[in-house]
């Protein structure tokens, strides 16, 4: 009896050494995994600190390129503006400097009907050269506005593609 008393206390200590290190192993898996847990956590909380703060940088410059592109299509509305006025300005300039022209032809003939038919068809012709000259001048502030119109748009362009690329070499 005593060999049978003796098997059992051993296998009695094996059983309780088994629960005690089945029970150690339980409780250090579940602690690493807390641990990892927690490191796992953390971790992703930093990267979401990054990607808000990120998002916040680009919402900014966003809103910094939105403002300048808002200034310069002002900007460029203001030149047109600017140059429709030109161009309603040289119209009436040339519309007075053809009353002019014709002023300065009513001239010119009653200069040449004093004198022979020479004068008469040199008036004519001096009174075509007028207007062709006022008709030349006329164009010449046209093209002088629409060439101002033209520098402000290439310039107000210039200006917004420098903020688009500002943007996105900031991203």
């Not at 409780?27 to 990267?47: C, H, I, L, P, Y």
């Not at 900014?60 to 808002?70: A, D, F, G, S, W």
């Not at 046209?142 to 690329?165: C, H, N, P, V, W």
């Amino acid at each position: 009896m005593g060999l049978l008393n003796r098997y059992w206390l051993h296998l009695l200590l094996l059983g309780l050494l088994t629960v005690f290190c089945v029970w150690l192993y339980n409780a250090g898996s579940e602690s690493g995994a807390n641990a990892v847990q927690k490191q796992w956590d953390k971790a992703k909380a930093e990267q979401q600190k990054a990607i808000d703060t990120e998002k916040e940088k680009i919402a900014k410059l966003e809103e910094t390129h939105r403002t300048e592109v808002t200034r310069l299509t002002h900007d460029l509305a203001e030149a047109q503006k600017t140059h429709q006025v030109e161009l309603a300005t040289a119209a009436a300039e040339f519309r007075d400097r053809l009353r002019s022209s014709e002023e300065r032809a009513a001239i010119y003939r009653r200069q040449a009907e004093g004198g022979s038919a020479d004068r008469g068809s040199l008036a004519s012709y001096a009174s075509r050269l007028d207007v062709a000259l006022e008709e030349g001048r006329a164009l010449e502030r046209e093209y002088r506005s629409t060439l101002g119109l033209r520098d402000e748009q290439i310039k107000a362009l210039s200006r917004q593609i420098k903020a688009d690329r500002s943007l996105l070499e900031e991203k």
